[in-house]
């Protein structure tokens, strides 16, 4: 049994990671820590957990505590404190914060308006969306977990841009439930502003923005010029991007739905679907993908569930790879559909 | 042409006064005082009055402003520090807040922590439900505008009590869109909190319970039973309540329906439904009530939009009682219905 | 492993047993059918179980086919006719419709307009409210899975009307998400007429007010007038019902909190709560269930997900009793919390 | 006072129509026809219009019915029937369907599948988008009022493309509330469907996407490639689209502000918000439009309620012109802003 520890565990994520890790038979969670509830029992913060867990939220780790393996649910700026003190202790991190994300320390710097605390592992971190870095994942000690934004336009743009299959510049049209931004209340995400809505904002300066990039810029070898525009959305759980990319030239439909299916057809949390519907993703760690071709552009879409394979289950998803599990242990359920 | 002013209009319920009176042809809004946004044009903070406001918000109202009527849109307590000078220079008030509805001082004290400062035009106020006590209204200066809940329950209730057509205690079980909580965001508003769900809170503890027994027992001449739940509702705008309560003796359903037609078959702000339907009521300032006698309880129930006939339109309602005009005026225009 | 089959499966309730049963250790869903779908995939129709299940939709049960279980999820008036045969194979059954519910077939033809055609096994069914009868469940061959509305206010009022803590009426004032009216697209469940909006319907009329009653009759052994109210709230999964009943003569406080504690503290799917929130229980066998007493009244309150433990999840509940096995095999698993 | 009528008045654009003319001073509703609801008052199909209109629904206008004015709000096809005989008897026409806004029969043919019957009269037909072709519309008698995605688009687009500012394709990621969906019930508008999702449809394929089209291409003089994706959002009333197209050689933000300002800084309807937002529009004429420079992309914004600036409000406001009354006419109130 992996022994895991969660720091920061009093937000959306933490409860998503307590939920998951309850049912996995191969990682007990031994302890989680929050500033603010320590003391109190997790399942009184997160009644949701009555039943699952006995656990008391603390401070902080203990310094003699015997952890496999431990997952950082803290601000960015946070994780990166902790990390290095974790690695030299042996453990293994799943960072879901943004600071471990962007292989340029500079590009961080601009985006997050911090220097980089931690080149040394920065290097060292690799970029957990298993669907593509399987491999890199598996010999890693610390995986940057991706944003929800990034793993769900990633997903649904991969296959066109690592076959060249389309050229120029790629437009983001993502949609977010309230959940996306936190337990903590905003004007933003109070009831009566956003209810009845739907919000473009940060237009074009979302800092999920440069990991899109970066990661596309790799897959290509391209300088791509990515745009994109978050919206606020008023349901709570799921997510949907609606992309838009140029054919390059001689390509054909079938040429896309084939790199769609060479890519995902033996994927376990990938499904394709020709209209990506978020409920059937609800409380799993699925994605659907699906597209159009219309005219000379490709409309890519994907949806999930921004706690579970936006955040918190390819979290776990990652923690499996790393120990040498069965990618889906722990994973392996339904979403709710409706 | 009235000239009116709005004390602490930077909330929803300052914001729907200024929507009203815009296109009021008998009182024109010559002042709006917020302490947060003063100097900035109000259409700035409420986008949606754009075209139809050129005021800026002022810290507070000009000494010798010359003012016929002003409406306190300010916090309790707050009112009753505020209405002894307003009266004073002559001016006329509708206050939106709690602090003249409860007729006692000492239920005040008991429901809302503080000892009433004004104990004089506590006794001058009149409790403005048009329906009910029009004539009181008529000859008054200052208006205790009745709080959302209250109104909407005792508009469904006043037929059957004023009648003796029940008896024993009163049971209302109210459910509130969000924008009744105001506009400061808060965890019960936080959108991932309230969205999908529906919350009771402060069971038998709302401070509207003194609010809606005082009238009751002023309707019946008797110690009225009233037990009274609020549950949040994943609305924004719109409140139903549904109350409950026993037949007297020997009354048959025939009694009750012409109860209602006689109370309100000349009312123009309320209308019969068989099942009331707050989209019919949205926007305006239109009450929807119904009932339906089951053995020998009769289930009542009303819809209103709260900002409107349950806050601001009533205000504006009471307003035009006041000086001698038409009541519907300025508000004499539809619901949305969907 | 219990070999099972779904009759009716292709509503929100099938599709429910069929992402429950996919992951139960210890019955296997065999076939599943429907008339509309037969032929295609279930995973098709339902994309949510798409990597849980291979089978097909069938037009109906193979005559040979070797089932131990069958849940039927069909109509009332479907299920009385299924049940004698399936019962003359020695098959158990779990009658998700309302045939078996009412012992008395006056009061089922009085309630759903046709006449009882299988008296002799309604006399042998059970109703299947596991914390309630779990006793007589353990014995039965035809369990009758209580409705939605019956499950979440028996649960909240049984600890009261068992203990003779109340007396005299009943009142329930329940609200259900729109999954609880299936997945037949309806005027009252198009989104522009219930999305804005919370409805009253069927206000004491409703099939399930002599299921609530006749339970309650049987927890007291008197004549309890139950008045029914439901209302239509706008949200997909969940249900919430306030309900209020009068203390009887010399009942403390205290008398009610010991009796909650008493009926819930050892029970797996109830948790006791200050206040029940849907949130909490979505996508989960758990019912929340909570009180407040207002002067004489208790106000009796409970939260639950219509489709599982008001629904499917009960079913399986029932099926783990009638065959001996843990009565929280598959259905161990938290609510989403958010 | 003008006379009025409606065709086809039983849907939301009926009602809405209804609604805005009920407080017309210069347009009075004489007659509304609906096969459907023929002979019942119009307040009781549509609650929201008791007290503002006695008039009952007729099954067809009679004959020799004098009205200057009828707004068509029937499907598309019918339209093209009705209109010769109106025109033939001097009667000025809004048509609300889609039957005279493609210029080319050929266009209209391949997007709706039928032939266009009144070829004369298509040709004589105006585009209603007053901000645009204001002047034309003034001499008209036949007015092809726009679909609600094309007015929100182009409005959000012409500043642009008129002046030469964007070159290239043109992506077009609409969003729509699901009164746009008509008032009968379907699969797509069942609330367990879509109240929980964000959903695209039609995608390359909606018929809004040639009406786009024509009118880009006539303000540029290309041939512009249009991308149009829309979705179906869980709100009811608002709509926002937000497009995409990429600077042309040498333009700067500044440009790109001055063409927003002059285009828009004297019409009555359309406000500059630097993220437009749907509350304010709802239940208003008025259209917020937006925009932001994102390296060399544009990103054009703009919201409004789909059932009046988007439907009924723009008919109501050609028609203000036709007549040659103020614009604003009737239609001079403000949004819900929350």
Known sequence: MIKAAVIGGSGYTGGELAR????????????MTSRQNSGR????????????????????????????????ATPHTASMRLVPQLMDRGIKVVDLSADYRLKDPKEYEEWYGHQHADAANLERAVYGLPELFRDHIRGADLVANP?????????????LLRGGLVEGKVIVDA????????????RSTHHPNCAVSITPYKVGDHRHTPEIKEV??????KDIDVIFTPHLLPIVRGMLTTSYATLADG????????????????????????????????????????????GTTVVAMAALDNLVKGAAGQAVQN???????????????PGLGV
């Open 20 to 31: 998951i890790l309850s049912r996995h038979p191969g990682i007990s969670l031994e302890a």
């Open 41 to 72: 029992p997790i399942a009184e913060v997160m009644p949701f957990l009555r039943g699952f867990t006995d656990l008391e939220f603390v401070e902080q780790l203990p310094e003699n505590g015997d952890y496999d393996l431990v997952f950082l």
């Open 147 to 159: 944003g929800c934004y990034p793993t769900c336009t990633i997903l649904s743009l991969a296959p």
């Open 175 to 186: 949609k977010s439930g309230t959940s996306g931004a936190g337990q903590e209340p905003t």
């Open 216 to 221: 596309l810029d790799g897959l290509t070898g």
């Open 251 to 294: 390509v054909a439909q079938e040429d896309i739905a084939m790199a769609y299916r060479s890519a995902y057809d033996e994927e376990r949390f990938v499904h394709l679907a020709s209209v990506p519907a978020i409920p059937a993703t609800v409380g799993s760690n699925f994605c659907e993908v699906g597209f159009k071709v219309v």
């Open 319 to 333: 923690a499996n790879i790393l120990f040498k599990m069965d990618e889906a242990t722990g994973l392996d359920f």
